[in-house]
């Protein structure tokens, strides 16, 4: 029984190749842990990586079966030229289907003995948009996937009470853990909301903003404590910590344009005027990194975050 001889052909932007030899992986990146008198390890996944596509291509002129007419002459040249296109374009693997994807590496092979042609090892690596979907549906990006590591890391820090950190004079950083939790449950309020986040944009962008400064205060509390106490436990919160940090900067466009969130605790009572000339930014920008603001007056004691 043939099965491959209904498969679409290897299609790039839009060529069809033949396929001598088809090779196509992805690996998980796993972090191993060995604990002093321990047997096995503990084993950590840090994330999938993208999808690995690696054909032997026979760019041959004596090959005519189907659609398939001067490869080498003709064919050869306008596919070298495509993998040369730094840019993104669309592949069609015969099993996996189509896929966005970047050429990653082009090698050719030349044999004395074979006069029709070459053979081209040619590299492509799956390039997915900021918020595609896997070919199983689950989300790469975006707020659903931000709202599942929001989901791990609480389960991660639930075991650290206000209590603990009172004991280990860290007694200015007791509620941190509270406040991760209440601005997960913002996130995910956002998340549940679809394509209606686009007429609420700037309450989407300070919601993520103040969520974003909750967790790079727990990075803090907990470098602090491991200095104090050190936990192999304690890798993991700061790992899944940074990697929801690096999905909200890719959510908010303020984030990633190289701007940084600061904190900042206002020393008298002021207006949000003249807070905002003071800080260097909008009243706008300054109301929606801080929709709880008391205004018109913002009393001393306040703290207020802004991106700087």
């Not at 990586?49 to 090959?63: G, K, L, S």
């Not at 820090?157 to 009172?166: F, G, S, V, Y």
């Given at each position: 029984?043939?099965?491959?001889?209904?498969l679409?052909?290897?299609?790039?932007?839009?060529?069809?190749?033949?396929?001598?030899?088809?090779?196509v992986s992805?690996?998980?990146?796993?972090?191993?842990?060995?604990?002093?008198?321990?047997?096995?390890?503990?084993?950590?996944?840090?994330?999938r990586?993208?999808?690995?596509?690696?054909?032997?291509?026979?760019?041959?002129?004596?090959?005519t079966?189907?659609?398939?007419?001067?490869?080498?002459?003709?064919?050869?040249?306008?596919?070298?030229?495509?993998?040369?296109?730094?840019a993104?374009?669309?592949?069609?693997?015969?099993?996996?289907?189509?896929?966005?994807?970047?050429?990653?590496?082009?090698?050719?092979?030349?044999?004395?003995?074979r006069?029709?042609?070459?053979?081209?090892?040619?590299?492509?690596?799956?390039?997915?948009?900021?918020?595609?979907?896997?070919?199983?549906?689950?989300?790469?990006?975006?707020?659903?996937?931000?709202?599942?590591?929001?989901?791990?890391?609480?389960?991660?820090?639930?075991?650290?009470?206000?209590?603990?950190?009172?004991?280990l004079?860290?007694?200015?950083?007791?509620?941190?853990?509270?406040?991760?939790?209440?601005?997960?449950?913002?996130?995910?309020?956002?998340?549940?909301?679809g394509?209606?986040?686009?007429?609420?944009?700037?309450?989407?962008?300070?919601?993520?903003?103040?969520?974003e400064?909750?967790?790079?205060?727990?990075?803090?509390?907990?470098?602090?404590?491991?200095?104090?106490?050190?936990?192999?436990?304690?890798?993991?919160?700061?790992?899944?910590?940074?990697?929801?940090?690096?999905?909200?900067?890719?959510?908010?466009?303020l984030?990633?344009?190289?701007?940084?969130?600061?904190?900042?605790n206002?020393?008298q009572?002021?207006?949000?005027?003249?807070?905002?000339?003071?800080?260097?930014i909008?009243?706008?920008?300054?109301?929606?990194?801080?929709?709880?603001?008391?205004?018109?007056?913002?009393?001393?004691?306040?703290?207020?975050?802004?991106?700087?």
């Open positions: 029984m043939d099965v491959f001889r209904d679409p052909r290897l299609t790039w932007r839009g060529i069809e190749v033949p396929v001598a030899a088809r090779t992805f690996d998980q990146e796993i972090v191993r842990h060995k604990y002093a008198y321990r047997d096995d390890e503990l084993v950590e996944s840090l994330g990586r993208n999808w690995r596509f690696e054909y032997t291509v026979p760019f041959r002129q004596d090959i079966k189907g659609p398939y007419v001067n490869l080498f002459i003709e064919t050869y040249p306008q596919f070298l030229r495509a993998c040369r296109d730094r993104e374009g669309e592949l069609v693997d015969p099993v996996l289907g189509t896929f966005v994807v970047r050429c990653e590496q082009v090698s050719t092979t030349s044999d004395v003995n006069r029709d042609g070459d053979d081209v090892q040619v590299v492509f690596v799956h390039s997915p948009a900021v918020e595609d979907v896997d070919q199983l549906g689950a989300p790469l990006a975006g707020l659903d996937l931000a709202v599942q590591e929001g989901k791990t890391l609480n389960t991660q820090i639930a075991p650290i009470t206000d209590a603990q950190l009172k004991q004079r860290l007694g200015q950083y007791v509620g941190v853990t509270t406040e991760v939790g209440l601005g997960l449950n913002a996130l995910d309020q956002l998340a549940g909301f394509a209606q986040l686009t007429a609420y944009a700037d309450r989407v962008e300070a919601t993520i903003a103040n969520y400064n909750k967790l790079n205060k727990l990075v803090d509390t907990m470098d602090k404590l491991d200095d104090v106490v050190t936990s192999p436990q304690n890798a993991p919160i700061i790992r899944t910590t940074k990697r929801l940090i690096d999905s909200l900067a890719r959510l908010n466009p984030s990633s344009s190289g701007k940084r969130l600061v904190s900042f206002v020393l009572d002021v207006t949000a005027g003249a807070l905002a000339a003071d800080l260097g909008s009243v706008q920008d300054l109301i929606n990194t801080n929709p709880g603001l008391p205004l018109p007056l913002i009393t001393a004691g306040t703290q207020v975050v802004y991106f700087r």
